[in-house]
């Protein structure tokens, strides 16, 4: 625009060709300059040909005005007024922010960013846990005024970076080792956090060396179990051992008596058996007389119900033997001897 507008402090520049930020601050010799931001192709990283100029005050305007048109490195430098940004302070705001940071920028740096705001009570640097910035500080004042001044001094440099101040609305969060950003106490409710985080870091530390010294005494006690656990198998391995030798004396004692004949045959079986026994030998010397004239026939194979009998009756006839007394067995064995030799 043709004329100034109300409360304008800054300037555009245009047909700057390859100048620098240094080229056009000494282009404005002589004027109050609070930043000058030159404008770059984000595909290239070339420069436009542009610049941004901020002054610290409208009459500083008026007197870079009169260089509109003196050339710059060969080249006529077009000026033109850049209307202000309306940036009403949000109610109960009284901090800002300050973005686009170095990593080496410092809590100084932020309040000599501030230089003049009297009401500067606190500077912020948000760091990494290697105490590096992030590219992230706050700045609170106790004045509306200076809070709203502090937005104007958007676009300033630091340590040659220009960065962007803002409003910042949020609370404020302390940090749980009492600081926030590089050195700046949080107050009572940060030493609290900050005393609480202590504790709770020795309560580990006691719990890791309770955990390793269980764990130390963990391996005797097994190995105590494992010895006990193998006694204990060794001692039942000899205690079935024992038990098989016995069982095998017992099976070698019971094979005589398994051998002789066996016992608690009726006693009706043992009568006709030898009954069966004396009617064969009374019979026998006949059969042997009357068949000395005559050829001597095949004698006739025994049928299985017959060879069955006759074990029966020698089986019983043993039983009942050993049933009775040794009186009644001898006198029953000279009976037998005598019907023979008849």
């Known amino acids: 625009p043709v004329a100034r507008p109300e409360g304008c402090v800054s300037l555009c520049l245009k047909n700057l060709g390859e100048a620098t930020e240094a080229d056009v601050r000494k282009f404005l010799k002589g004027c109050s300059l609070q930043a000058v931001r030159l404008v770059y192709d984000r595909s290239t990283g070339a420069s436009r040909g542009i610049a941004f100029v901020d002054f610290t005050a409208s009459e500083e305007v008026d007197k870079a005005m009169k260089k509109n048109g003196s050339e710059l490195k060969g080249q006529a430098i077009e000026m033109r007024y850049e209307a202000p940004r309306s940036r009403p302070r949000p109610d109960g705001c009284m901090a800002v922010a300050v973005k686009k940071l170095s990593a080496e920028a410092t809590q100084e740096d932020i309040r000599k960013l501030f230089n003049g705001l009297e009401s500067l009570s606190d500077a912020r640097v948000i760091c990494d846990k290697d105490q590096a910035c992030i590219g992230l500080a706050f700045a609170e004042f106790t004045d509306p005024a200076d809070v709203e001044a502090a937005i104007r001094r958007d676009g300033m440099a630091v340590r040659g970076r220009t960065v962007f101040v803002c409003y910042e609305t949020k609370s404020r969060k302390p940090r749980a080792d009492g600081k926030d950003g590089k050195g700046a106490p949080a107050g009572k409710q940060g030493k609290a956090k900050a005393k609480k985080a202590k504790g709770e870091a020795a309560a580990k530390v006691a719990g ?119 009186e009644a067995r001898t006198k029953k064995k000279k009976k037998r001897r005598r019907a023979e030799e008849e």
């Not at 179990?225 to 051992?241: F, M, P, S």
């Not at 068949?291 to 043993?318: F, H, L």
């Open 208 to 326: 890791a060396e309770g955990e390793e010294a269980n764990e130390g005494e963990q391996p005797q006690a097994a190995k105590k179990n494992r010895k006990a656990k193998r006694e204990a198998q060794r001692e039942a391995a000899e205690g079935q051992r024992e038990a098989e030798e016995a069982q095998e004396e017992v099976l070698q004692e019971a094979q005589p008596a398994a051998a002789a004949p066996l016992e608690g045959r009726p006693r009706k079986k043992r009568q006709k058996a030898e009954e069966a026994q004396e009617a064969e030998e009374e019979a026998a010397p006949a059969a042997e007389e009357s068949a000395e004239g005559e050829p001597r026939k095949k004698p006739r194979k025994a049928t299985a119900v017959e060879e069955r009998a006759v074990a029966d009756g020698e089986e019983d006839e043993g039983a009942a033997e050993a049933d009775e007394d040794p």
